[in-house]
């Protein structure tokens, strides 16, 4: 997994890598997936089985609506919190973020980390590194209906692109804004 490049999302705050071997960012992709009925009809009935396990009443149907739903409101929220979070001291991604493994006290340059969306079991993660208390880069996303990332393979790819997206801020530093692209 090599990273292409890095688009602005919002200016100052928010942006998206894009790998060498993709078309869009991760940003674009992510919403384009989960607001597409066809792609999320096969996603859910390939994992049909996880599906069941966690919310035994909800059909196909229910989670391709449920799933759109839930996009579009944290697709407005990710924007206007990534936007206020400029000229906020008290609401910045930092609010929406949380580090990616849960009982991590200490926050590490390039931080890795997560967003859900605002249903109470929420399915959907953005997965971002952290520069910054309101600057953040998304490395991409899922629809995790398992406990853990590492029960299932388009989770483990996640985890891969936040280790690329790391690697590459870590070792491209010799210009802090030239690794950045205007999209």
């Known amino acids: 997994m090599k990273v292409g ?3 602005v999302v919002v200016p ?11 078309h869009n960012h991760e940003f674009t992709r992510l919403f384009e997936n989960w607001n597409d009925a066809f792609y999320l009809e096969e996603f859910f009935e390939t994992h049909k089985g996880d599906l069941a396990e966690y919310w035994q009443d909800i059909t196909v149907e229910e989670a391709v609506l449920r799933t759109r739903q839930e996009a579009t409101r944290l697709e407005k929220r990710l924007l206007a919190i990534a936007k206020r ?51 953040f880069i998304i490395a991409g996303g899922a629809i995790k209906l398992t406990r853990t990332m590492n029960e299932r393979e388009h989770l483990l790819k996640e985890l891969h692109k936040l280790d690329a997206v790391v690697n590459y801020l870590r070792t491209d530093q010799n210009d802090e804004f030239g690794i950045f692209e205007l999209f």
Do not use: C
């Not at 100052?12 to 993709?22: E, H, I, K, Q």
């Not at 493994?101 to 859900?116: I, M, V």
């Open 85 to 135: 979070g400029m000229s906020s001291r008290y609401e910045g991604l930092s609010t929406l973020f949380r580090p990616l493994h849960n009982g991590t006290q200490r926050l590490d340059p390039f931080e890795k980390s997560k967003a859900k969306g605002d249903q109470r079991q929420s399915w959907l993660r953005i997965y971002a590194v952290r520069v910054d208390v309101n600057f």
């Open 12 to 22: 100052y705050s928010l942006f998206a890598v894009r790998f060498n071997s993709d």
């Open 5 to 7: 490049g890095i688009f």
